[in-house]
């Protein structure tokens, strides 16, 4: 009976598995995501104010232009702010005339007003300095625990990936050779740095100007509201649209790997390419023109950055290829002639002996269909 296998580390190539140890290094690898999994789900939901914040801030910072403008519900309300402020600011004025020595007031009136002043004051004290962004609405009872777990998922999902991507590498490494695995390891390296990148991108430069575009679109004709639920939905698979859209350089390495595809091929095509990648960009949920055209300029990039990569990774192999030919360039010309006179050696001592040195330029006979003999 093998050995059995740790499964705490990759399988070495030559090792010899049965299909039980397969299962069960499949089976610890499983559990070890499980577990890493929910620990970093239950610290997800341990900071998940700072993220439900982290979502809620492009809505929030969307929202100022509406406010500033004074359109919406948003701007309602920072009239209404702003009509407080200005009238609390006028009561204290006048009072402060008022309880001056020369007002006219007797003294017992002028004392009279200063409980309604410190009341005037504390109220001031309430009136915000500026009114905050919108925030996504809920309607269901239930809504908000539901929607803070789902967005506590999604970011667990997001921070395990790298963990999770390793342990699926561990598992099908040693069906690798140990060449394969010098191309694999530095793809399974650029998965999740893509995907991080991805992801920052699409927070920081698509997401804003999708939701400024989406949320003002003919906003004085609508009282906005945003759902939680469809809001975060919206939010976060853009983000993991843009992480995946984002491994374009690991597929397209792959798929060169792979001889599925060569780089002048690549090249030759670049125009499909360029139109695949703009109808892509344009599924993205909810993207308008603007940011579909602010998503295309990093995966364009990205295509001519594989395509280069593609190109280094193949001019190694080739490299590669021609030192392992440790062969002389005349030996196989070499062997080809030695075999050539071997055969014929053998022919000739096959087919004639030492007395038919005399029938050698004779034609040799052959049957014809006829049952006769022909000459050849």
């Known amino acids: 009976m093998p050995p059995r296998i740790k499964t705490a580390q990759p399988v070495q190539h030559d ?18 995501c499980v577990a890493a999994l929910t620990v970093i789900f239950a610290v997800c939901v ?60 007797s003294p017992k009136a002028r004392a009279a007003l200063e409980p309604a002043v410190k009341q005037v004051q504390e109220a001031k004290s309430q009136i915000p300095k500026q009114t905050e962004g919108a925030k996504p609405v809920t309607l269901r009872v239930g809504e908000p625990f539901t929607t803070t777990l789902t967005v506590s998922l999604y970011f667990a999902l997001l921070f395990a990936l790298p963990l999770l ?28 740095f893509l995907f991080i990148a991805g992801v920052l ?68 095509n670049r125009r499909y390419a360029f139109l695949i990648i703009a109808v892509v960009a344009m599924l993205l949920p909810g993207t308008d023109p603007v940011t579909m055209l602010i998503s295309m300029v990093p995966l364009l990039f990205l295509y001519e950055g594989s395509i280069l990569l ?30 050539v006179l071997v055969h014929a050696g053998a022919g000739w001592e096959a087919g004639h002996g030492e007395d038919d040195d005399d029938e050698w330029d ?3 006979p052959r049957r014809d269909s006829g049952g006769g003999s022909s000459v050849s």
Do not use: C
């Open 165 to 192: 991507l390793y342990q699926l590498y561990a598992f099908i490494l040693p069906a690798f050779t140990p060449r394969e695995r010098k191309v694999a390891l530095p793809l399974m390296l650029m998965v999740p």
């Open 46 to 105: 341990w900071q998940n104010d700072a993220l439900l914040k982290i979502l809620n801030q492009p809505l929030a910072d969307t929202t100022q232009a509406s406010i500033k403008n004074g359109d919406g519900i948003p701007g309602q309300i920072d009239k209404n702010r702003k009509a407080l402020l200005g009238l609390a600011n006028a009561t204290l004025a006048v009072t402060a005339v008022l309880q001056q020595p020369g007002s006219g007031l």
């Open 201 to 268: 991108f699409g927070y920081f430069v698509v997401l804003p100007p999708a939701v400024q575009f989406l949320q003002n679109f003919n906003s004085e004709q609508f009282n906005i509201l945003v759902q939680a639920s469809d809001y975060y939905k919206f939010a976060v698979l853009a983000l993991i649209g843009l992480g995946l859209l984002f491994q374009m350089p690991v597929a397209i390495l792959a798929a060169v790997k792979a001889g599925i595809v060569t780089v002048p091929q690549l090249r030759k």
């Open 310 to 339: 593609a190109a280094i990774f193949a001019r190694n192999d080739n490299k590669d290829d021609d030192d392992g030919d440790d062969d002389p360039p005349g030996d196989e010309h070499e062997d080809g002639d030695d075999a």
């Open 362 to 364: 004779d034609p040799v």
């Open 15 to 32: 090792a010899r598995l049965t299909l039980v140890e397969h299962l069960d290094e499949l089976r610890s690898r499983l559990i070890f």
